[in-house]
């Protein structure tokens, strides 16, 4: 059963963010979030459970991007721009004339 915790990430620049981890069923790290997470809640109490859980991810081992698999790093999707078409293509289509 995949499991996930919230760790603290070191980067680059030396700044400390949290992200989401996920770990495989022996605890090895699957993948994680590329950006850093907030804490959040859908009431007061989920808040504070969640800024609690942030509280526990400082008390283990800081981890750095190259902790975590390569292919486990959530990218973002990249577009699809086989469709897409110039600014000429748009105002012709369109039926507006550019001087």
């Known amino acids: 059963m995949i499991s996930w915790n919230y760790r ?9 963010i949290i992200r989401e981890v996920y770990y495989d069923e022996k605890g090895a790290i699957l993948s994680c979030t590329v950006n850093a997470v907030e804490p959040w809640g859908e009431s007061l ?11 526990a991810a400082t008390l283990l081992p800081i981890l750095t991007l190259a902790d975590v698999p390569v292919e486990g790093i959530r990218k973002k999707r990249q577009r699809n721009r086989a469709q897409n078409v110039s600014h000429e293509q748009l105002l012709a289509k369109l039926g507006i004339t550019w001087r």
Not at 8 to 13: G, H, I, L, T, Y
């Open 8 to 16: 603290v990430f070191r980067e680059e620049n030396d700044d400390h």
């Open 45 to 55: 109490d989920a808040l504070l459970k969640d800024i609690e859980d942030f509280k």
